[in-house]
């Protein structure tokens, strides 16, 4: 009787776990987006640096140390899109297609700035860092903004907060992982998720 019990119970939890992947699997189909990071855990992401990275309100968040956040995958023709909320004296970025996952700089992948208080401006909040400066003006201090972001071979398009501010074509960096970064200041990012194109 208790062997019966125990098979039912897991015969009935298979199923349930089997509709929920499949719901899952479906609203991801939907369109066509994987999220990156879940708002509970840092699951799928490797840390470089000493950046003191945790996960509070939905958000990763980092204030002290250096360092980043890296995917995994490599990525070579995407849409990201996220949130970010900084404080005024933050230094950030979303690093694209990365050469070297475990040394990244802006030499060797693609930055989309953040960092308002930038000292040479032209590549500050929403430029791509000597490659293309903004096409506008965006204080993004304490407040969440969004970056949509697509890089199609090797057309690179950033939109910040509804307005494209950058839309260049540049062949340095073919594909590689996606990388968050924390420089400065205090550092969120959420609702992080990208589409393969």
Not at 28 to 34: E, H, K, L, R, V
Not at 46 to 73: H, M
Request: glycine share 10%.
């Amino acid at each position: 009787m208790v062997r019966t019990a125990t098979r039912m119970l897991v015969l009935c939890l298979t199923g349930f776990l089997s509709i929920q992947s499949s719901s899952l699997a479906a609203s991801q189909a939907a369109d066509g987006s994987t999220v990156l990071f879940d708002g509970k855990t840092l699951k799928g992401w490797n840390v470089v640096g000493d950046a003191n990275w945790s996960v509070a309100d939905g958000a990763v968040q980092a204030d002290k140390g250096s360092g980043f956040l890296v995917t995994p995958a490599s990525y070579r023709d995407f849409q990201i899109t996220l949130e970010f909320w900084v404080s005024e004296d933050a230094n950030s970025g979303v690093f694209l297609r990365c050469a070297d996952p475990k040394t990244i700089t802006q030499m060797n992948a693609y930055e989309v700035n953040i960092f308002d208080k930038r000292p040479d401006q032209s590549y500050r909040t929403g430029g791509i860092v000597d490659v293309a400066k903004p096409a506008s003006v965006v204080q993004t201090g304490g407040k969440w903004n969004t970056y949509d972001i697509t890089a199609k071979g090797p057309q690179l398009t950033v939109v910040l907060n509804g307005a494209t501010v950058v839309d260049v074509k540049d062949t340095k960096h073919a594909d590689g992982p996606i990388a968050l970064q924390y420089g400065a200041g205090t550092v969120r990012f959420r609702n992080v998720r990208i589409k393969q194109l």
